[in-house]
């Protein structure tokens, strides 16, 4: 069974930075790719940024040159390092891990509050 546990979530204020972690109950090898995502109160789940088996990356546009998506494989995680937060960036976000082949695999962490005060 796979878990993901997230941490770092907080309240901010505008201008300041947060790192989010997700530690996976096994090695991150296991997946083709790990990301964060978030959900807005009204708004439907989008992605953050991704990270792949091979160390690419993806960033939505909103994010880039503020957030920064990075993989530990030796303890097993994957860290996102936010910066210049905004009102915007307030959300639940969420870490996602996902498996590709016949048989796709999708796994998620049960969310954590960022919330960012103006």
């Known amino acids: 069974q796979v878990q993901l546990k997230e941490s770092g979530g907080g309240l901010v204020q505008a201008g300041g930075s947060l790192r989010l972690s997700c530690v996976a109950s096994?090695?991150?090898?296991?997946?083709?790719?790990m990301g964060w995502y978030r959900q807005a109160p009204g708004k439907q789940r989008e992605l953050v940024a991704s990270i792949g088996r091979g160390g690419g990356t993806v960033y939505a546009d909103s994010v880039k040159g503020r957030f920064t998506i990075s993989r530990d494989n030796a303890v097993d995680t994957v860290r996102l390092q936010m910066n210049s937060l905004n009102s915007e960036d307030t959300a639940v976000y969420y870490c996602?891990?996902?498996?590709?082949?016949?048989?796709?695999?999708?796994?998620w962490g049960q969310g954590t509050q960022v919330t960012v005060s103006s």
């Open positions: 996602n891990a996902v498996i590709f082949g016949s048989t796709p695999s999708d796994y």
């Open positions: 096994v090695s991150t090898f296991t997946f083709n790719a």
